[in-house]
């Protein structure tokens, strides 16, 4: 039994994939026993360590805020980045000459630099040429550089979203008389979002996890920061780590679910649009026809 994309796997193949997964597994266990005897030989897992986690100051004084923080730069990011991504994206396919190149050349520019440079410059932008004040700035530098960086990955995804439809949807866009923004806006783009979605998930999981670089480089006060703060006071650097290692995690699998339900909703929708015809119908039709015929 085979499909379009591949080959269903023989005994033997199958075999092979157990056993593999077998191996995988022990070394996977191997490997965590590991890690454990390692950190109960350092004395990093006494209780005293972990206990801060489960009082209320812990999280209510450092980690919360923090998150908050995280979600703060993050959210904005998101919303300036989206938009400015899909103005740019879609400018890169005008048919005007000089907007198709100055488009390009602002998503190539700032897709070139680390995203980390752009965080600095804008700090730094911020502290000597604005009236922002000296709490307000991070945050500022942060947005900024997360916006101008991720803006132009994503004006190549939306690019490449809509190049990746067949040719015939536009054709016969403009056969019926369409215009380009009108076959853009409602024939190109409704069909590219559900291609693109993936993608623009994982750039957003990029932007969420990228607001760390404003907490280590110029004091943003977000999640990382925080557990710096908070692994000095309680002296439990490792366990502070770890904890919000999860909560990134917990985090980032939040949006990827969201996504997932978006993205099998939306194909769901796209499925049930038009009318499904039974059997009984098809041969009531079929038989007016036929009788109309003679």
């Known amino acids: 039994m085979s499909s379009v994309l591949y080959d269903a796997p023989g005994p033997r193949a199958k075999r092979r994939n157990v056993l593999l997964s077998v191996v995988f597994f022990v070394l996977l266990a191997l490997l965590l026993w590991w890690v454990w005897q390692t950190m109960d030989d350092k004395g990093q897992l006494k209780w005293a360590l972990w206990k801060p986690f489960t009082e209320s100051q812990a999280w209510t004084t450092y980690l919360l805020p923090g998150l908050g923080n995280t979600l703060k730069a993050a959210a904005l990011a998101m919303v300036i980045a989206l938009p400015l991504g899909a103005v740019f994206g879609i400018s890169r396919l005008s048919d005007h000459r000089w907007v198709r190149g100055a488009a390009g050349a602002v998503v190539e520019f700032f897709r070139a630099i680390p995203v980390l440079l752009l965080i600095l410059f804008a700090n730094e932008f911020y502290n000597r040429y604005t009236n922002v004040s000296s709490e307000q700035r991070p945050l500022y530098a ?129 499925k049930s649009t038009g009318v499904v015809l039974g059997p009984a119908t098809v041969a009531g039709t079929e038989a007016t026809g036929a009788g109309g015929t003679i």
């Open 142 to 270: 942060v947005v900024t550089g997360l916006v101008l960086y991720n803006a132009s990955v994503l004006a190549e995804i939306v690019r490449a979203g809509i190049l990746s439809l067949p040719k015939g949807q536009s054709e016969a866009a403009m056969a019926i008389g369409l215009r380009k923004g009108q076959t853009m806006r409602n024939v190109l783009l409704p069909q590219a979002v559900t291609a693109m979605l993936p993608a623009i998930v994982s750039q957003l999981v990029v932007i969420v996890k990228d607001t760390a670089l404003g907490g280590v480089m110029i004091g943003f006060t977000e999640l990382l920061n925080t557990r710096g703060t908070l692994a000095a006071n309680y002296a439990n650097v490792v366990q502070s780590f770890i904890v919000v290692a999860v909560i990134f995690i917990v985090l980032n699998f939040l949006i990827t679910s969201f996504a997932s339900w978006l993205e099998a909703r939306l194909r769901r929708g796209k």
